[in-house]
Protein backbone atom coordinates (compact mmCIF):
# COMPACT_ATOMS: atom_id res chain seq x y z
CA UNK A 1 0.00 0.00 0.00
CA UNK A 2 3.05 1.99 1.05
CA UNK A 3 4.54 1.21 -2.38
CA UNK A 4 1.54 2.22 -4.35
CA UNK A 5 1.21 5.44 -2.34
CA UNK A 6 5.07 6.47 -3.25
CA UNK A 7 4.56 5.71 -6.52
CA UNK A 8 1.03 7.64 -7.37
CA UNK A 9 2.82 10.56 -5.40
CA UNK A 10 5.92 10.67 -7.54
CA UNK A 11 3.62 10.71 -10.93
CA UNK A 12 1.55 13.92 -9.71
CA UNK A 13 5.06 15.62 -8.85
CA UNK A 14 6.45 14.72 -12.07
CA UNK A 15 3.11 15.89 -13.56
CA UNK A 16 2.95 19.52 -11.52
CA UNK A 17 6.70 19.71 -12.45
CA UNK A 18 6.01 19.06 -16.38
CA UNK A 19 2.86 21.51 -16.36
CA UNK A 20 4.83 24.08 -14.62
CA UNK A 21 7.18 24.11 -16.58
CA UNK A 22 5.11 23.82 -19.99
CA UNK A 23 2.76 26.84 -18.48
CA UNK A 24 5.96 29.03 -17.94
CA UNK A 25 7.21 28.34 -21.66
CA UNK A 26 3.89 29.00 -23.29
CA UNK A 27 3.35 32.22 -20.95
CA UNK A 28 7.41 33.65 -22.09
CA UNK A 29 6.39 32.99 -25.59
CA UNK A 30 3.47 34.49 -26.03
CA UNK A 31 4.94 37.59 -24.43
CA UNK A 32 7.58 37.28 -26.91
CA UNK A 33 5.13 36.98 -29.97
CA UNK A 34 3.47 40.31 -28.49
CA UNK A 35 0.60 39.14 -26.39
CA UNK A 36 1.10 41.16 -23.08
CA UNK A 37 -0.96 41.31 -19.61
CA UNK A 38 -3.52 38.83 -18.99
CA UNK A 39 -3.20 37.41 -22.04
CA UNK A 40 0.18 36.34 -22.47
CA UNK A 41 -1.31 34.18 -19.40
CA UNK A 42 -4.34 32.66 -21.13
CA UNK A 43 -2.20 31.32 -23.80
CA UNK A 44 -0.61 28.43 -21.20
CA UNK A 45 -4.35 27.98 -19.66
CA UNK A 46 -6.42 27.27 -23.36
CA UNK A 47 -2.95 24.84 -24.53
CA UNK A 48 -3.45 22.77 -21.67
CA UNK A 49 -6.95 22.68 -21.49
CA UNK A 50 -7.28 21.36 -24.99
CA UNK A 51 -4.60 18.86 -23.88
CA UNK A 52 -6.47 17.53 -21.11
CA UNK A 53 -9.76 17.68 -22.80
CA UNK A 54 -8.70 15.84 -26.16
CA UNK A 55 -6.75 12.91 -23.65
CA UNK A 56 -10.09 12.26 -21.88
CA UNK A 57 -12.20 12.20 -24.61
CA UNK A 58 -9.65 10.10 -26.10
CA UNK A 59 -9.94 7.48 -23.51
CA UNK A 60 -13.63 7.51 -23.83
CA UNK A 61 -13.80 6.92 -26.86
CA UNK A 62 -11.45 3.90 -26.84
CA UNK A 63 -13.34 2.11 -24.12
CA UNK A 64 -16.32 2.55 -25.67
CA UNK A 65 -14.67 0.75 -28.56
CA UNK A 66 -15.69 4.05 -31.16
CA UNK A 67 -12.67 5.12 -33.09
CA UNK A 68 -10.81 8.09 -31.22
CA UNK A 69 -9.54 9.77 -34.65
CA UNK A 70 -10.56 13.22 -33.93
CA UNK A 71 -9.66 13.50 -30.24
CA UNK A 72 -6.31 11.74 -31.05
CA UNK A 73 -5.53 14.59 -33.55
CA UNK A 74 -6.49 17.61 -31.01
CA UNK A 75 -4.46 15.89 -28.29
CA UNK A 76 -1.31 15.45 -31.12
CA UNK A 77 -1.94 19.45 -32.21
CA UNK A 78 -2.01 20.73 -27.83
CA UNK A 79 1.14 18.60 -27.69
CA UNK A 80 2.56 20.03 -30.72
CA UNK A 81 2.31 23.38 -29.08
CA UNK A 82 3.73 22.54 -25.72
CA UNK A 83 6.64 21.31 -27.06
CA UNK A 84 6.75 23.81 -29.60
CA UNK A 85 6.92 26.83 -26.67
CA UNK A 86 9.19 24.43 -24.78
CA UNK A 87 11.53 23.97 -27.70
CA UNK A 88 11.20 27.68 -28.67
CA UNK A 89 12.54 29.11 -25.53
CA UNK A 90 15.59 26.78 -24.94
CA UNK A 91 17.78 29.27 -27.09
CA UNK A 92 16.87 28.20 -30.30
CA UNK A 93 15.22 31.16 -31.46
CA UNK A 94 15.79 35.21 -30.56
CA UNK A 95 13.06 35.66 -28.19
CA UNK A 96 13.56 39.78 -28.69
CA UNK A 97 12.93 39.71 -32.28
CA UNK A 98 10.07 36.70 -32.97
CA UNK A 99 9.88 36.12 -36.64
CA UNK A 100 6.18 36.78 -38.39
CA UNK A 101 5.39 33.90 -38.73
CA UNK A 102 5.43 32.67 -35.19
CA UNK A 103 3.75 35.77 -34.32
CA UNK A 104 1.03 34.84 -36.86
CA UNK A 105 1.08 31.14 -35.13
CA UNK A 106 0.47 32.78 -31.78
CA UNK A 107 -1.73 35.71 -32.70
CA UNK A 108 -4.45 32.65 -34.36
CA UNK A 109 -3.96 30.04 -31.60
CA UNK A 110 -7.40 31.03 -30.19
CA UNK A 111 -9.42 30.41 -32.49
CA UNK A 112 -7.87 27.06 -33.44
CA UNK A 113 -8.15 26.11 -29.80
CA UNK A 114 -11.77 27.33 -29.58
CA UNK A 115 -12.45 24.83 -33.01
CA UNK A 116 -11.11 22.18 -31.23
CA UNK A 117 -12.56 22.79 -27.60
CA UNK A 118 -15.61 22.97 -29.76
CA UNK A 119 -15.88 19.52 -31.59
CA UNK A 120 -14.17 17.91 -28.55
CA UNK A 121 -17.07 18.81 -26.56
CA UNK A 122 -19.76 17.90 -29.34
CA UNK A 123 -18.09 14.60 -29.88
CA UNK A 124 -20.42 11.65 -28.85
CA UNK A 125 -18.85 9.61 -26.49
CA UNK A 126 -20.45 5.65 -27.01
CA UNK A 127 -21.72 4.70 -30.15
CA UNK A 128 -25.08 5.96 -31.06
CA UNK A 129 -27.88 3.51 -30.17
CA UNK A 130 -29.93 2.19 -33.65
CA UNK A 131 -32.73 3.53 -34.60
CA UNK A 132 -35.70 0.42 -35.17
CA UNK A 133 -37.01 0.24 -38.82
CA UNK A 134 -40.72 0.66 -38.69
CA UNK A 135 -42.47 -2.04 -40.11
CA UNK A 136 -44.62 -1.51 -43.35
CA UNK A 137 -48.17 -0.80 -43.39
CA UNK A 138 -49.66 -3.72 -45.32
CA UNK A 139 -52.54 -2.12 -47.96
CA UNK A 140 -56.06 -2.27 -47.28
CA UNK A 141 -58.16 -4.66 -49.80
CA UNK A 142 -61.04 -5.46 -50.65
CA UNK A 143 -62.05 -8.25 -48.65
CA UNK A 144 -60.71 -6.55 -45.81
CA UNK A 145 -63.27 -3.80 -46.36
CA UNK A 146 -65.55 -6.60 -46.66
CA UNK A 147 -64.67 -8.46 -43.38
CA UNK A 148 -64.69 -5.10 -41.47
CA UNK A 149 -68.58 -4.39 -42.74
CA UNK A 150 -69.45 -7.81 -42.22
CA UNK A 151 -67.95 -9.20 -38.91
CA UNK A 152 -68.00 -12.99 -38.40
CA UNK A 153 -71.02 -14.26 -36.63
CA UNK A 154 -70.58 -15.93 -33.12
CA UNK A 155 -70.01 -19.88 -33.83
CA UNK A 156 -72.97 -22.13 -33.46
CA UNK A 157 -73.09 -24.81 -30.81
CA UNK A 158 -72.54 -28.39 -32.37
CA UNK A 159 -74.67 -29.52 -29.29
CA UNK A 160 -77.97 -26.90 -29.73
CA UNK A 161 -77.74 -27.29 -33.48
CA UNK A 162 -78.44 -31.02 -33.14
CA UNK A 163 -80.65 -30.91 -30.86
CA UNK A 164 -83.57 -29.35 -33.30
CA UNK A 165 -86.99 -29.98 -31.77
CA UNK A 166 -88.97 -32.76 -33.64
CA UNK A 167 -91.64 -31.25 -36.30
CA UNK A 168 -95.19 -30.77 -35.50
CA UNK A 169 -97.93 -32.55 -36.85
CA UNK A 170 -100.71 -30.54 -36.08
CA UNK A 171 -101.72 -27.78 -38.49
CA UNK A 172 -101.73 -24.38 -37.79
CA UNK A 173 -105.84 -22.52 -38.46
CA UNK A 174 -105.20 -19.67 -40.71
CA UNK A 175 -106.99 -16.90 -39.42
CA UNK A 176 -110.17 -14.97 -41.28
CA UNK A 177 -108.93 -13.00 -44.18
CA UNK A 178 -111.89 -10.53 -43.03
CA UNK A 179 -111.50 -9.92 -39.34
CA UNK A 180 -108.60 -11.13 -38.40
CA UNK A 181 -109.33 -13.08 -35.75
CA UNK A 182 -111.38 -16.30 -35.88
CA UNK A 183 -110.12 -19.52 -37.86
CA UNK A 184 -111.61 -20.25 -40.86
CA UNK A 185 -111.84 -24.06 -41.23
CA UNK A 186 -110.49 -25.62 -44.57
CA UNK A 187 -110.44 -28.52 -45.78
CA UNK A 188 -106.89 -30.32 -45.54
CA UNK A 189 -106.50 -32.11 -49.23
CA UNK A 190 -105.71 -35.50 -48.88
CA UNK A 191 -102.86 -36.40 -50.41
CA UNK A 192 -100.34 -39.36 -50.77
CA UNK A 193 -97.15 -39.10 -48.41
CA UNK A 194 -94.16 -37.82 -50.21
CA UNK A 195 -90.86 -38.27 -49.06
CA UNK A 196 -89.59 -34.77 -50.58
CA UNK A 197 -92.13 -32.68 -48.67
CA UNK A 198 -91.27 -32.17 -45.12
CA UNK A 199 -92.67 -29.21 -42.91
CA UNK A 200 -90.36 -26.66 -42.27
CA UNK A 201 -89.42 -26.48 -38.39
CA UNK A 202 -88.73 -23.58 -36.00
CA UNK A 203 -84.69 -23.00 -35.43
CA UNK A 204 -82.66 -22.17 -32.21
CA UNK A 205 -81.98 -18.39 -32.62
CA UNK A 206 -79.01 -18.49 -32.85
CA UNK A 207 -78.44 -20.74 -35.51
CA UNK A 208 -81.51 -18.34 -37.00
CA UNK A 209 -78.56 -15.47 -36.73
CA UNK A 210 -75.91 -17.37 -38.21
CA UNK A 211 -77.68 -18.20 -41.44
CA UNK A 212 -78.80 -14.66 -42.09
CA UNK A 213 -75.42 -14.03 -41.80
CA UNK A 214 -74.36 -16.17 -44.46
CA UNK A 215 -77.33 -15.28 -46.67
CA UNK A 216 -76.18 -11.69 -46.20
CA UNK A 217 -72.37 -12.69 -47.21
CA UNK A 218 -73.44 -14.18 -49.93
CA UNK A 219 -75.77 -11.39 -51.20
CA UNK A 220 -73.27 -9.17 -50.49
CA UNK A 221 -70.56 -10.80 -52.50
CA UNK A 222 -72.86 -11.50 -55.45
CA UNK A 223 -75.49 -9.55 -55.65
CA UNK A 224 -78.15 -12.43 -55.87
CA UNK A 225 -80.27 -14.31 -52.66
CA UNK A 226 -78.33 -17.01 -51.49
CA UNK A 227 -80.10 -20.48 -52.08
CA UNK A 228 -81.29 -22.32 -49.01
CA UNK A 229 -79.92 -25.84 -50.03
CA UNK A 230 -75.92 -24.18 -49.83
CA UNK A 231 -76.54 -22.01 -46.53
CA UNK A 232 -77.93 -25.19 -44.89
CA UNK A 233 -74.84 -27.35 -46.60
CA UNK A 234 -72.10 -24.79 -45.02
CA UNK A 235 -74.46 -24.87 -41.74
CA UNK A 236 -73.66 -28.54 -41.87
CA UNK A 237 -77.22 -29.22 -41.39
CA UNK A 238 -78.65 -32.61 -42.88
CA UNK A 239 -80.78 -32.36 -46.12
CA UNK A 240 -84.05 -32.76 -43.87
CA UNK A 241 -83.60 -28.87 -42.63
CA UNK A 242 -83.56 -27.11 -46.34
CA UNK A 243 -87.85 -26.11 -46.02
CA UNK A 244 -86.43 -24.48 -42.24
CA UNK A 245 -83.31 -22.67 -43.19
CA UNK A 246 -85.33 -21.45 -46.42
CA UNK A 247 -88.39 -20.42 -44.42
CA UNK A 248 -85.91 -18.43 -41.84
CA UNK A 249 -83.95 -16.27 -45.31
Known amino acids: MRAHLVR ?3 VLVQAVIAGALSFSHLHD ?3 AAGQGGWKAWAYPVSVDLLLV ?3 RRMRDQQRAGVPAGGPRLWFLVALAASLGANVTTAGLL ?3 HVPAWLRVVVAGWPAVAFFGGTLLAHTPRGPEAPVPPIPPVPPVTDTDEDAESH ?7 VSERDALPAPSSTAVPALDPVSGSDPVPTAEPVSAPSAATIPAV ?3 PALVERLRALADEHHSTTGRPADPDAVRARLGLPPSMTPSVAAHL
Not at 151 to 157: E, L, R
Open 8 to 10: VDA
Open 202 to 204: PLP
Open 94 to 96: DLD
Open 29 to 31: LAE
Open 151 to 157: PASAPVD
Open 53 to 55: AAW
